[in-house]
Nanobody, 122 residues
Framework: QVQLVESGGGLVQTVASLRLSCAASGGTISSYAMGWFRQAPGKEREFVAAISWSASSVYYADSVRGRFTISRDNAKNTAYLQMNNLKPEDTAVYYC???????????????WGQGTQVTVSS
């Protein structure tokens, strides 16, 4: 059973940057694709980014492409989401998740973290 813990969220102003981390325990993430999702108040959870187990492939939602970068360090059992040029519409709880299959469908991810709040003020 893989446990995931996100960190790095906070309150920032527009155009600031944040780096989220997703630390795994109880198992290795090296054989899992990793994804980041977010959920704003009153909205459904939405896909943000995904990275294949080997980091050879990455995929982004249109809303974050060019501003966010997903990465992973399998030796550290950790995934990351670098967020630059943040906008108020990026405000949400951000979740990391692990899946046996590299995809953007949150329903097919096996393990989830508890989430970390990101708030971007204008």
């Amino acid at each position: 059973q893989v446990q995931l813990v996100e960190s790095g969220g906070g309150l920032v102003q527009t155009v600031a940057s944040l780096r989220l981390s997703c630390a795994a325990s109880g198992g290795t993430i090296s054989s899992y694709a990793m994804g980041w999702f977010r959920q704003a108040p009153g909205k459904e959870r939405e896909f943000v980014a995904a990275i294949s187990w080997s980091a050879s492939s990455v995929y982004y939602a249109d809303s974050v492409r060019g501003r966010f970068t997903i990465s992973r360090d399998n030796a550290k059992n950790t995934a990351y989401l670098q967020m630059n040029n943040l906008k108020p519409e990026d405000t949400a709880v951000y979740y990391c998740a692990a899946s046996r299959v590299y995809h953007s469908d949150h329903g097919l991810y096996d393990y989830w973290g508890q989430g970390t709040q990101v708030t971007v003020s204008s």
